[in-house]
């Protein structure tokens, strides 16, 4: 392990556990989901079709809803912090919905029973939407410790793996007449039973999981007027997190075993039934609740510690490939060693099988929230909801997938849960055929994606080290010190109050118009354009003939013009400025948005190129405003530099931003400070060639 990793705090073990505990509910609601829907077809005589939308349609809306979460979770100002509320909120939401979603009664007809459940299904996936996107972003901000993270999805999957050996049991209890008379009457008031207990536990990371207040942070506005730009910003910010490549593998990675898996778990209860006991549910008797149970028991005991301890000693990487594939193994063993009359067998393959899934979100996990350390170097910005949100988008709409799949493939091979065995080998063997190799194949094409993932300990530390030292805030200095620094940049030096040479309280106003007047004919140095009519905002497009008339009327006053954007229509000031004979002073607005920001700069690098920028500008009060870190200011500098290094490039902030930056201030060619000498913002340029 590296050194650098144990100078940082731990997560304290019972936070661990509060963040476990909603994995439970996490986890536990959908594992019974998957046994229930049994009932759908089993006993309520949903055809494959009705089995493919209830399965598709909620599960395509729970993947949109997530990322508009994500995107609420991560900018949400409150005295709680950004997670919390919405995770208790969510609990409540879905506990409610899982109980009514439930209560379905044969004598109802077939279309009544469908349009209910699938009503009911979508207030149930927009609860878990509200409860699972913030719940995962507090995972993700629990620590910046490369293994910690590790050890928190490690212990958080074990407590969550309970889920998973206790739903299988609920097979046992929904066929034995014992229990019930029907399954049909089973899932009614199992729900229940189901829906208060997870809950509860949802709501545990609520209650007890620490988080700091928000309120004074300055995150995007959560308002109605502020809903399509957001839609724009989570679209964009999809882009921009598909752009880092090793967050495409894990999200294809995932893609691929979990939901090849989910497609053929659903058929766990046919398969087992009708291939080793000729349809008999009654006479499986526990076999097929042993099958799951066994299995997730294998995963708490066995394969969490391996891997956790796998991924400390060889790192995440090799952890991934190693275990997926002896599930790659295990799945080659579930083909033998499913033979009639002998269901005891397929307990030698569970061991096996289990890495595939056991290990997959422990390390999937912990990577992801690694991934979320580039984004934030790349971007200034942290992003936990949105990640999570399109990590476990990807998950959803792959399980939407896997469970229409489920349907397609009972139809496939022409499976009718009334027959027998015998009346339908060819079926059986169909099934069972996918239900081995179809998450074989997806397995094998994740490691293959996998193979060369980019993100070890050592690149983990060293971006935790650059986010840290960009982090690091410059100290604050006193007025005199800040004078002292202005002076020592501008080669000037300042009295304690500057003040104009003229007394302006001392003259009426025509007076003042008149000393104006003289002064801009005597002609400006310069002038900042602004080429926008009243009622016009900086979303408006600019048409050439309006920045045309515009610029007429400043050209007879003024050397230089200086634009702030290159988009929008703000590019055709360069050219007009040129043919007017002015000098130009070419702007690229850049902020939080990495999308708009790319389009600026490559927007003023082609101008440049056209020999229409007699200096680049990139940037204004970027810093002041808080949109990007130092660095982020640094790499656009830089990149503009490279690209038309013949041409003198620089930065416009207010004068302090460049006292307290060294760096900024070496990394431009020409230092472009906004001073504010009045209550008023006025705003003046001063240009100091360096």
Request: aromatic fraction near 14%; hydrophobic fraction near 50%; proline fraction near 4%.
């Amino acid at each position: 392990m590296n050194a650098q990793s144990l100078t940082l705090p731990k997560v304290p073990l019972t936070q661990k556990i509060a963040f476990g505990v909603g994995m439970f509910a996490n986890q536990m609601f959908p594992a019974i989901l998957g046994i229930f829907m049994v009932v759908l077809v089993q006993d309520l005589g949903f055809p494959g079709w009705m089995w493919s939308l209830i399965y598709f349609f909620p599960r395509i809306f729970d993947s949109v809803t997530d990322p508009i979460m994500g995107f609420i979770s991560d900018n949400t100002k409150s005295k709680w912090g950004r997670r919390r509320q919405y995770v208790l909120v969510g609990g409540v939401i879905m506990g409610v919905a899982y109980i009514f979603m439930w209560q379905l009664f044969k004598e109802n007809s077939l279309e009544f029973n469908f349009w209910y459940f699938f009503l009911w299904s979508l207030v149930f996936y927009l609860g878990l939407t509200f409860f699972s996107v913030p719940y995962v972003a507090m995972g993700y901000e629990m620590s910046d410790d490369f293994h910690e993270r590790t050890n928190i999805m490690a212990i958080a999957q074990w407590i969550g793996q309970w889920a998973w050996v206790i739903a299988p049991w609920f097979w046992v209890i929904m066929y034995d007449p014992e229990w019930f008379p029907s399954a049909e009457v089973a899932v009614r008031e199992l729900a229940v039973w189901v829906a208060i207990p997870c809950a509860l536990c949802a709501i545990v990371p609520a209650l007890f999981i620490d988080s700091k207040s928000t309120l004074n942070e300055d995150y995007e506005p959560l308002n109605r007027a502020n809903i399509g730009k957001s839609l724009i910003k989570i679209y964009y910010s999809f882009i921009e997190a598909f752009k880092i490549k090793e967050f495409r593998k894990l999200c294809a990675a995932t893609f691929l075993i979990f939901n090849a898996f989910n497609t053929v778990a659903a058929l766990t209860f046919f398969v087992i039934v009708f291939k080793l006991f000729n349809g008999d549910a009654g006479a499986s008797g526990i076999w097929v609740s042993l099958f799951g149970c066994l299995g997730a028991l294998g995963t708490t005991f066995i394969v969490i510690p391996i891997v956790t301890w796998m991924s400390k000693s060889l790192g995440k990487k090799k952890a991934f490939l190693i275990s997926q594939g002896i599930s790659v193994l295990g799945y080659l063993l579930l083909w033998f060693l499913f033979v009639p009359g002998k269901p005891w067998m397929y307990i030698i393959a569970l061991p096996f099988f289990s890495f595939g899934i056991g290990s997959l979100f422990t390390i999937m996990m912990s990577m992801t929230a690694d991934v979320i350390d580039i984004d934030e170097l790349n971007s200034g910005l942290r992003r936990e909801g949105i990640f999570g949100a399109i990590y476990w988008w990807m998950v959803k709409v792959g399980f939407a997938i896997a469970g229409a799949l489920s349907g397609v493939i009972i139809g496939i091979v022409g499976f009718t849960p009334e027959l027998t065995t015998l009346e339908q080998q060819s079926a059986v063997d169909g099934l069972h055929a996918f239900f081995c190799f179809f998450p074989l194949a997806g397995t094998l094409l994740a490691m293959y994606i996998m193979r060369n993932y980019g993100v070890d300990e050592k690149r983990a530390n060293k971006i935790r080290e650059q986010l840290k030292a960009r982090k690091a805030e410059p100290k604050n200095l006193s007025y005199q010190q800040m004078q002292g620094h202005l002076s020592s940049l501008t080669g000037k030096s300042f009295t304690s109050r500057l003040r104009s040479d003229i007394d302006f309280s001392s003259h009426t106003k025509s007076k003042q118009i008149a000393l104006f007047a003289n002064t801009l004919n005597k002609g400006l140095y310069g002038i900042c354009f602004s080429p926008y009519r009243e009622h016009q905002d900086v979303y408006d497009i600019l048409s050439e003939d309006q920045i045309m008339e515009r610029m007429d009327i400043i050209a007879p006053y003024s050397e230089w013009v200086r634009s702030f954007s290159c988009t929008g229509g703000n590019e055709h000031i360069p050219k007009i400025a040129k043919s007017k004979k002015l000098k130009t002073m070419v702007g690229a607005w850049i902020g939080n948005d990495k999308h708009e920001n790319d389009k600026e700069i490559k927007a003023l690098i082609d101008l440049a190129k056209k020999g229409l920028v007699d200096v680049a500008v990139v940037g204004n009060e970027a810093l002041m405003r808080g949109d990007l870190k130092e660095q982020n200011v640094i790499d656009y500098l830089d990149e503009v530099k490279a690209a038309i290094p013949d041409i003198k490039v620089g930065y416009v902030d207010a004068y302090y931003q460049f006292i307290q930056r060294p760096k900024l201030v070496a990394a431009c060619d020409i230092i472009l400070i906004n001073c504010y000498p009045f209550g008023k913002v006025v705003t003046l340029n001063l240009l100091h060639l360096i």
